[in-house]
């Protein structure tokens, strides 16, 4: 089965050539596959490539971005437009600054759907879908009385709209507190087990890749230089950075370090669905 | 906050009630000369005192709201739609147009308007009615008062293009014209809105300038510019009434600033 | 102050008042004795004064604005000097003087002992070579046009070291007078401004901000006890343009003299402080309005026969209230005009002139037999046209706006339409003198010159001033062709009764006529720090300090 999303990219900004040198990455359907590096390296550049906005950056893209067995970076932009938020959905990473303060919530919600034609619909269920309250009134709230746990549901119920097979999450917890935090993997993991859909989770948050994600690619200097199955990176790292990044995993505390257990085991599925005190204490004994 | 806006409103719909129609409720009419009660005191038959040439200050204050009240929020909503059209359009396209346009704002903000606006003025014909006249001052503010607002559009609408919410909504999939319409536009409006505000009391100002330059309101007619001309060899400290219209200017542009719709929603929702 | 245009001037200036109040002419004013003038003389201290521009230059030949004209007051020396109080020419490099019987040549003997402050005595040849430069044409030194006639200029000759004669080409009834302004510059400097005969030297000029004078040591006059003058060690004059900033100096004694006050500040200030004010009375400046008559100007036919109708114009004239304009516009402190000449100019003011008598209802019979008719309050030509007119006058001037606008509520009565036109002084010039564009302007002279032949530029038809039909090739109105006649005839002679007669007899023609409707002469009006002793106020500038190394701070103020 070909993969859902391959690329093999090389990125330049003007005066920042060679972001992204050769980046190779891939994606199977229903696959959640973590990219993991530091901070400026290159990591939201990928979203964008693959969502062709790297042209309000100034970036270039070169190499190929194959979707769905369509090479993205050969569309046009009437093309491409399509494809964005039908096809492929984005989780931004400060949920707040992603929603239009003047807009309210129903009508980002139609925008999203007038997008791409979608039919009218009630949106009761798909604000359950990301737990959400679903009355109307809830949707004629302005942005800014959401909290940012909120606005990030919120956010994904706007990636949701159309149901795309994959979704671009960058950095999408980085913003949050770690309840909160926990709160949005369960919903990302429950969305993945539930819809089949695909994501590309972005963090440099080793713990929540180890929680979430099937595999894990590590990017350093603008390459990929360790990709696998989650546990198999963390437990057996072969790339000296991906060591160093391990080594640089802090104290962990309680829940990261259950996190890392529940990546380790084989039946991690089952854990998620539990909030992390109490899976703190279930798995505490593993350690 | 609400109780603020209603009073502002309140305030606003005073003025301009008492402005629609001053010659039911005046003392006198603007041009009539008391000569015999010239420079007079506050009295119960000139409330405001009278001017050097014996005219009622409340009527001519007065009339001047009408002409002031009527012309310069008229003249400040073209050049703030001029600005609209001209910075917005040059930060959407971009390229050549976004030079074209923005060199044109700075020639404008560089030239010496006051000297074309007085050469406009010897080239009009000198027996125009002085209705006329401040009608067609007003207009070239609004017409030439594009330039500054415009800047401000254009960085606001290039500050919302990199903005999040933008990028966002391009990473839905919406078309350039929903993005306008919908992201742009509405966050724009309070933008435009406090321009609106700023060049409302900026007019009524630059009319009171060209006044001296012999632009604007002619004689006798009332303007809030002829009339705050009166402080200048009036003395403020001996003759408080003389502070009438600047109290009156400062609550009408305090008030609009009032009445700009404020940020805030109706209830928190989490 | 801004001059006329590039109208080319002879013997007056016309000069339009754009910021401020008009600066003085020559009359002897009822002035204000100063208390102080009778304590005794004490010397030392710094006299302080504002210009109210900087200056345009410090060549004494080609100053031509205020600020540069009192720089050259209190550092040139002159051959004579016009008491400003007394109108009397006096005595100054000059020890004496003879007006030759046709009034063609002026014989001075100068003074003897007086050095400049090199050293180097003065003497003829220093007379000699100021005419010299001064009339070279290259210089274009406004003050050498009163030197220069159609038929030539004027020669200067020495006879001996002390003795000089000046020939003019034609007779010039009182052209002593002319000497006043010509500061006399040593023959061996090479540039000017060279340190000169006044009573103080140039010792500093910040540009923009002030310049600051010092004693000249070697000025040649003594007091009455020997003293040498001046008796002020320096002179400060601050460049302060904002006159409210000046009266706040002034009560805070950091400024002694105010020349030239505003009516407002006027009443302002005689409340505070009543004694330090001075009305000099009025001067020989005057506010007029005049209708625009020329044959090529581009307005309608019908307008151009009312402005040409002298029932017209005397009608506009008739319904003017002037004591109002001198109540309301100058508090008080101006003097309704009777004619072209201020009441103040004694020597040839037509006292026979009586005042204008409003009196709407018969000017309105005057003008219904002359074909207006009066419909429903507004008055009407014989075409049907209602008369409605403009008057253009200059944007700026507070005051010349309220006198139109009295004007406006005058003529309501009458039924004509004023619109009221405040245009920026190039394109008012512009209008005035070359596009004739206009209805009717009003304006006002200032530094009006006393002698008839002062204002031949006005009334002379061919002039290029005559301002409201110049340069006419032959006087177009039989009482133009007779103004013309009387104003040649009282040139011709130097005999001032004959003269007067003649001008006598110009007065009346205006004023009947009313080519130029005469409004107000305003007052000069003045402040005077009550230490400062020796002030002789008058009524023609300087109004204050003409007489600068007289004054003297009284010891118990003395600074």
Known sequence: MSPLLKINISVDYPRNPGVLQSLTLEAHAGEIIGLVGRSGEGKSTVTMAILGLLGYKGGKCAGEILFQGRNLLELNQREMRCVRGKEIGLVPQSPLAALNPNLRLRAHLEEARRAHDGEKRDWAGLMESVSLPSEAAFLDQLPRNLSVGMAQRFMIAMAMVHRPPLLLADEPTSALDMITQAEILKLFARLNREQGVAMLYISHDLASVASLCHRVAILHQGKVVECGATGDVFQNPQHAFTRQLIAAIPQPPQSSLVAMGKALRPDWNEAETMAPEQAASEHSPVL | ?270 | MTKLGKVKQTRWKLYLLIAAIACGALVLGPGVLHSAALDKPAPGGELRMSLYADVKTLDPWLSDDTPSDTVRYLTEGVLIRINRRTQQPEAELATSWKVSKDGRKIEFQLRKGVQFPDGSPFAARDVISTFDHLLDPSLHAPVADSFKFDQGVVKVTAQGDYTVTAAFPVPVPGSERLFDLVAVVSAKSSSRPAPGLGAFLIQERKPGTSILLRRNPSYWKHDANGHALPYFDSVRLDIQQNRDLELLKFRRGEVSVIDVLSPDLFERLSKEAPGSVIDSGPTFDSDFMWFNQTAKSPVPANKKEWFRSEVFRRAVSGAINRADIARLVYKGHASPALGPVSPANKLWFNANIKPEVIDTSLTLKQLIQSGFTLQSGSLKDHTGAPVEFSIITNAGNKSRELMATLIQQDLAKLGIKINVVTLDFPSLIERITRSFDYEACLLGFTNVEADPNGVMNIYLSSASNHAWNPGQKAPETPWEHEVDKLMLAQAATPDYHARKKNFDRVQEIIRQQAPIVFLVHPNALSAVAPSLAGVSPSASYPHTFWNAENLFFTKKSGQ
């Not at chain 2, 005219?55 to 073209?78: I, K, N």
């Not at chain 2, 609009?256 to 928190?268: H, I, L, N, R, S």
């Open chain 2, 1 to 270: 906050m609400t109780l603020l806006r209603r009073g502002a409103i309140g305030v606003l719909m005073v003025i301009a009630s008492a402005a629609v129609a001053p010659e039911l409720w005046t003392p006198a009419h603007y041009a009539t000369q008391f000569r015999e009660a010239a420079d007079a005191e506050p009295s119960g038959r000139f409330p405001l005192g009278t001017d050097r040439l014996g005219r009622d200050r409340l009527s001519r204050l007065v009339y001047g709201t009408r002409v002031s009240l009527l012309l310069a929020p008229a003249a400040a909503l073209l050049s703030c739609g001029a600005a609209a059209l001209m910075g917005g359009s040059a930060a959407v396209a971009g390229g050549l147009t976004e030079t074209g346009i923005m060199a044109l704002a700075d020639l404008c903000l560089s030239l010496p308007w006051l000297f074309l606006l007085l050469t406009m003025r010897a080239l009009l014909p000198l027996n125009v009615s002085p209705q006329t006249s401040i009608a067609l001052t007003f207009l070239l503010l609004g017409v030439l008062g594009w330039a500054g607002p415009a800047r401000v559009i254009f960085a606001t609408v290039r500050k919302l293009q990199s903005s999040d919410f933008i990028l966002q909504a391009h990473a839905a999939g919406l078309g350039p014209r929903q993005v306008f319409l919908r992201h742009l536009t509405p966050n724009l409006a309070p933008v435009l809105l406090a321009q609106f505000c700023v060049a409302v009391p900026l007019y009524v100002l630059a009319e009171a300038t060209l006044g001296m330059l012999g632009l604007g309101v002619a004689e006798p007619l009332p303007s809030w510019g002829n009339i705050l001309r009166e402080l200048e060899s009036g003395n403020a400290l001996s003759q408080p009434w003389l502070l009438v219209p600047v109290v009156l200017l400062a609550l009408v542009v305090a008030s609009f600033q009032a009445v700009m719709p404020a940020q805030t929603g109706e209830k928190d929702y989490a």
